[in-house]
């Protein structure tokens, strides 16, 4: 989402003042005319030039199966985020299939279909928020492939997922876990 | 001779420093008139950063300095709303006892115009009320304005009626799967539904349901949703889709009417593929009959929340576009003032605010200094 890639630039300036409006125009400029098939942030793209997991302060992480899973779970273009909307757990203390310390992971959340570059297959992600803390406010990312207006509340990932949740239905952050491979049916 | 004169100056000079000031009051607060200008913007911050800690800040977009009139907290994804038949607003929230924990309480609470302050509140009993990224439909009056309905979400949906003359919770009423409020100008109101319909809620004089019943499939989830962001002129709801249709409902009468839809795009805006995409991606200036939807082009899967470069203006008489604003900033919200010459606010790529002239398209001023984190809606004085 080309506004949240402003966002992430607004709220890490203090780190990066090496980021200008101007630089930043242009990269979402340059995003508009390539037309990718998959929003890649700029933070995205800083990664692919070395520059980290491409949120500024953060390092680069690998899955348990890098080969298999391949990829930066906390990078917004980690290719299970494609219909994740909020903070990366892999970022606040928790890994892409697990919460953080102290907080509680809803088992009722959305969904999304998406494709593992390394075997090409399909698989269903579960977006599981983690809640019972503020806002982790890290590695925020929001892709929205396949994502629905809430009336197809499953998913649609604007609600808060911490629904139900009998302590607490703060919202802190989401995880991304496979549940399954797609079939044509599902 | 010099010397002497410049004495006299400095003399002068000195006399005028040294003027006491007077004595100034402590304590000293602000108020606000009981009617807001229709230049005045309520933007709603839900905080996104720490969204126990969010707010609705009142802007006068006319103003070039001190266009900052006021605050109103709000906690975790509230829902706002301001009357237009007395002096108050409302704000849809949920609390913890012990701030992030302990009891849930959620409530209803009204603050009054001219100090932005509370006064009063109703507690909404069950912890149900629905938890989304703001939307204006969480909301809503009926009945003039008698009743207040809440959207809640549990998954299960339904909606906490209360009349808010009385500040007294009235009844739950279920809505059977279906979300939003969408109110008629009778005392009924629509949801939408996952079949494509919409669910249509008539409600007594106590809230309590008399009759509910779906109007038939109106448009397709599967191939191009609508949004759930509708503008409204003249009691008619215009729902925009992903691929740039308009879905119209007719919400005059206590049963809706499905309006035949049209096309926000004409032929050359297909083969760039403009859709619309944002938050708020609607708006309407109703004494004009002109609906504004926030556009961009190069239009895929998942850019529907993604903003846009340029707002689109068209006449829903002739369903015909009329105009285009160029934005200076990426466009993530937007909302046109009422009056003879309105003014457009949008929230940016940045999460500030831009004004734009409806009349020129012609930018006007930016209001930033961190006066909101993510003002994701925008309600204009009505």
């Known amino acids: 989402m080309y506004w949240l890639d402003k966002i ?18 242009k990269r979402i400029g340059l995003t508009l005319a390539g037309g990718a098939a998959v929003p890649l942030l700029p933070v995205a793209r800083a990664a692919d030039t070395g520059g980290g997991s491409g949120y500024h302060g953060v390092a680069p992480q690998t899955s348990d199966n890098p080969a ?29 299939v697990s919460c953080p310390p102290g907080t509680g992971m809803n088992p009722m959340t ?11 297959l399909n698989y269903i992600i579960s977006y599981n928020d983690c809640c019972g803390k503020t806002s982790c406010s890290r590695c925020l990312c929001n892709n929205n492939v396949g994502d629905t207006p809430p009336y197809r509340a499953f998913s649609n990932n604007d609600i808060n997922w ?8 703060i919202y802190h952050c989401t995880t991304a876990i496979i549940l399954g491979v797609a079939t044509e049916t599902n | 001779m010099k010397r002497a004169i410049l004495g006299l100056m400095l003399g002068f000079t000195c006399t005028v420093s040294l003027a006491e000031l007077p004595v100034e009051t402590i304590p000293n607060v602000e ?7 229709d230049t005045w913007v309520y933007a709603h911050d839900t905080n996104f950063f720490s969204l126990s800690d969010a707010k609705v800040v009142l802007i006068d977009v006319a103003a070039e300095n001190r266009n900052y009139k006021g605050s109103i907290p709000s906690s975790h994804f509230p829902s706002f709303l301001a009357a237009t038949t007395r002096p108050e607003v409302y704000v849809a929230e949920s609390l913890y006892s012990r701030r992030m924990r302990g009891e849930r309480t959620d409530l209803v609470t009204n603050y009054d115009k001219v100090n932005l302050a509370p006064v009063g509140e109703v507690v909404l009993p069950g912890a149900k009320r629905g938890m989304i990224v703001t939307h204006k439909n969480t909301l809503q009056f009926l009945d003039n304005e008698k009743l207040l309905l809440v959207y809640n979400f549990t ?25 939003m409020i969408y109110p008629s100008q009778q005392r ?39 949004f759930a962001k509708p503008a409204v002129i003249d009691g008619v709801y215009y729902f925009p889709s992903f691929k740039g249709m308009v879905h119209p409902v007719d919400m005059n009468a206590a049963d809706p009417g499905m309006l035949d839809a049209w096309s926000l795009l004409q032929e050359q805006d297909r083969q760039e593929n403009w859709r619309p995409g944002g938050w708020q991606i609607t708006t309407a200036h109703e004494a004009s009959g002109r609906l504004f939807v926030l556009m961009h082009p190069d239009g895929e899967d998942g850019s529907h929340k993604g903003g846009g470069t340029e707002v689109w203006v068209f006449d829903v008489d002739a369903k015909k576009r009329v105009g285009r604003i160029v934005l200076k900033e990426w466009g993530v919200s937007i909302e ?20 734009y002239s409806v009349d020129t398209g012609e930018w006007l001023r930016f209001i930033g200094g961190r006066a909101f984190e993510t003002p994701f809606i925008l309600h204009a004085s009505r």
């Not at chain 1, 203090?14 to 630089?23: E, F, I, K, L, Y």
């Open chain 1, 8 to 25: 992430t630039e607004k709220f890490s300036r203090q780190v990066a003042n090496n980021t200008s409006r101007r630089h930043l125009l």
């Open chain 1, 68 to 96: 298999a899973d391949p990829g930066d779970p906390a990078s917004c273009d980690y290719w299970r985020y494609c219909a994740v909307d909020g903070f990366l757990c892999s970022c606040c203390g928790g890994t892409h």
């Open chain 1, 110 to 120: 959305w969904i999304g279909t998406c494709k593992n570059p390394a075997d090409n």
């Open chain 1, 162 to 169: 911490c629904v139900g949740m009998e302590n607490s239905t």
């Open chain 2, 31 to 37: 108020t606000l008139p009981a009617s807001y200008p």
């Open chain 2, 155 to 179: 998954p299960s949906t339904s909606v906490s009626v209360v009349n808010i003359e009385n500040r007294a919770f009235l009844a739950e009423v279920g809505i059977g799967g279906c979300v």
């Open chain 2, 188 to 226: 009924s109101f629509g949801s939408l539904c996952n079949d494509n319909t919409m669910l249509v809620t008539h409600l007594d004089e106590k809230g309590m349901i008399s009759k509910q019943e779906r109007t038939p499939a109106f448009f397709d989830a599967d191939t191009d949703p609508i």
């Open chain 2, 336 to 355: 046109v003032t009422k009056g003879e010459h309105p003014y457009l606010a949008v929230t940016n790529g940045n999460m500030d605010m831009d004004v």
